[in-house]
């Protein structure tokens, strides 16, 4: 049985990228976003230092079309943070890619859902899952700046939810793909940030409230660090790393992630079941997908 490779996870058409492999950083906070906007803006300016070069294209609040990024257009989002009419992060998205059709890392995304919960979330080439110390490096500046509740790290797929062409086509592509591969997430991290707890992945963040409740940093290095896992302090909260590198694992050859399996199980007490679906999935599909490391 033939091993996947990151170019499977990868289609294009006439139109441009459809959906390709990334690593993925995502974070999510229940503040407002007066007290937000501060520290997500430094988020963006540490990701524009490193990436302004190759970002193409951006999505603003209610826009139907990318357009061009340029430096000219590098204050949009702050000025969006500004918004005091605004309660949580406003839509924006920055990408490498011509347009709506045609998407791909880096992206920079922030967002909201019921106008209560934010996102930021990052997602960078499939390379960079052989550079681990610069992802946990850079995961530690977000961190640093963006007052998280929950958030993770790993393998991820790529690709614009907000065109209608690619809503349509996609989530039947990637279904799969993430029923075969336990370490794979569907890119939309917006759509999770209502969870309790964001879903166990390579890199699991705890807020300061599930830190907590989990006994405290002292608690949960005793209980979980060696053997493959580490525990470090990250920003306000705590990082777990499962492994030296985020990993696909392959349900098809038996490989289900044990460390993921280990930190999820460990979790599981405050990953609590939300009625809710993902793109291309149902309710009990969805929730197998979130459960998949609980025990």
Known sequence: MATMRFEDLTQQDEYGMVVCPSVEATLY????????????????RLFLDRFGSELQSFLASAMVKAQKFSQKKADVFPTLCGDPKLATL????????????DYMPPVFMAGSTLNRFSCLQVQL??????????????????????????GYA?????WNDLSVDRE?????????????????????????????????????LLGPG?????????RVKGDLAGDGISVIEMGHGACIRAGDVPKLGDLNRQDDLPLYR???AYLKPWRTYQKFRLKGMDFEETEAWLARFDS
Not at 29 to 44: F, H, P, R
Not at 154 to 158: D, K, N, T, V
Not at 210 to 218: I, R, V
Request: aromatic share 8%; net charge positive.
């Open 29 to 44: 906070s229940d503040e407002s976003l007066s007290k937000l906007a501060e520290g997500v803006i430094a988020c963006y």
């Open 90 to 101: 406003p839509m924006f998205r920055v990408f490498r890619g011509a347009g709506n059709m």
């Open 125 to 150: 080439p499939h390379t960079y899952a052989d550079r681990p110390e610069d992802v946990l490096a850079f995961l530690g500046q977000l961190a640093s700046n963006f007052p998280y509740r929950s």
């Open 154 to 158: 790993g393998l991820a797929l790529c």
């Open 168 to 204: 349509t086509v996609v989530p039947a592509l990637i279904k799969p793909l993430l029923k075969r591969h336990p370490g794979l997430s569907p890119g939309l991290g917006r759509n999770l940030a209502s969870q309790p707890m964001a879903p166990c992945n390579w890199l699991t």
């Open 210 to 218: 599930l830190l907590a409740a989990a006994g405290g940093l002292s």
């Open 262 to 264: 280990r930190v999820g």
